[in-house]
């Protein structure tokens, strides 16, 4: 049993992100005792900048952030750090991490969210719902013909976490399910797994191409001018991952130019404020076929509860001298 007096935990979230209000909830449940006699004290931030951060802060011994804590280098003792998201390329581009301190993240903690999420630009883009609903504002009584999900190629780039969970969804839909991963593999509900090198050939057969995989040096710009040259004239992109997999003009290009048949994007190109942003005058908006939503596919009811949960799990397992759960290989080392 580890022994601190008290064990001081910071919990950080950018402003539109959530409330770290609700994570301090879940840690004041699940210890009562420890919160209520100071074994334990919370603190909480909505802005994880060196100048939001008060220097009574720098004896910090575990971090929750959705954000970069920039002051974390002044932290003497700091333990460990969760992120409170799947992703962790931000984590990575910062390289500020001290090598001891262990990273943890909850991989495919944002699977159920975006996969229904992903269903649901499926249908809509097939369904043709914003047709009819733009129709209904104007009063116009048109009947629309849609298309149907069945039968139809979903191509998955990144059969990862959040990848299968789609990959489950879609199946229920009778779609024939291909993607890529790191080797040959049998993944449920996948019919045929290419490696990530044969990605051209997930592209040229899909009806409808969904990127779920992280942002590397490898997969930045992937979609460009001859990868979307190589999609159906038929088919439609979705992008719940990264908007940097995406190279913005030849987008814009492929649907206003009819190379595609239709587009949704749910993470855009700028990353200020997090967790990105599109510019009311940026000329995305005017893109022929684009669906564009505001970043909130995996942001739901559940966020909170299933994150905080993985929080609050390993901050008893660290109070009990146990492993820590989760812990990204290649920041610090698990603690026991």
Not at 126 to 154: A, C, P, V
Not at 187 to 210: C, G, H, K, W
Not at 235 to 259: Q, V
Request: hydrophobic content about 40%; aromatic content about 8%.
């Amino acid at each position: 049993m580890r022994q601190y007096n008290p064990l001081n935990i910071l919990v950080v979230l950018q402003p539109g992100l959530g409330s770290p209000d609700e994570y301090a909830g879940l840690i004041k449940q699940r210890f009562p005792d420890k919160v209520n006699n100071g074994e334990i004290r919370i603190r909480l931030m909505q802005d994880g900048s060196a100048d939001a951060m008060p220097d009574e802060y720098l004896d910090t011994h575990i971090i929750g952030s959705g954000v970069i804590v920039e002051r974390i280098p002044e932290m003497k003792d700091l333990q460990w750090v969760m992120s409170f998201s799947a992703g962790i390329d931000h984590w990575e581009k910062w390289g500020k991490l001290p090598s001891h301190v262990p990273l943890l993240n909850l991989p495919g903690g944002s699977g159920i969210p975006i996969a229904e999420f992903v269903l649901g630009l499926m249908l809509n883009l097939s369904k043709k719902y914003t047709m009819m609903w733009d129709n209904q504002r104007e009063r116009r009584f048109i009947r629309i013909r849609g298309e149907e999900l069945y039968g139809k190629t979903l191509g998955i780039i990144g059969l990862g976490g959040i990848g299968r969970q789609i990959a489950k969804r879609a199946k229920a839909f009778d779609m024939r399910v291909i993607g890529t991963d790191i080797q040959i593999m049998e993944v449920p509900f996948v019919d045929e797994v290419y490696l990530n090198t044969q990605v051209d050939d997930v592209i040229a057969q899909s009806d409808y191409l969904v990127l779920s995989c992280p942002e590397t040096s490898e997969t930045v710009g992937m979609m460009n001018e001859r990868t979307f040259k190589l999609m159906k004239d038929t088919a439609y992109l979705i992008n719940c991952a990264r908007g940097s997999l995406i190279i913005k003009e030849d987008l814009i290009k492929a649907l206003n130019e009819g190379w595609i048949a239709g587009a949704a994007n749910d993470t855009q190109w700028l990353k200020k404020p997090l967790p990105s942003f599109l510019p009311s005058d940026d000329e995305v908006w005017d893109t022929k076929g684009l669906l564009i939503t505001p970043h909130v596919s995996s942001w739901t009811d559940m966020y909170a509860p299933r994150f905080g949960g993985a929080f609050v799990d390993n901050i008893d397992r660290f109070l009990k001298g146990q492993p820590l759960t989760n812990v990204v290989p290649g920041f610090g080392a698990n603690i026991a």
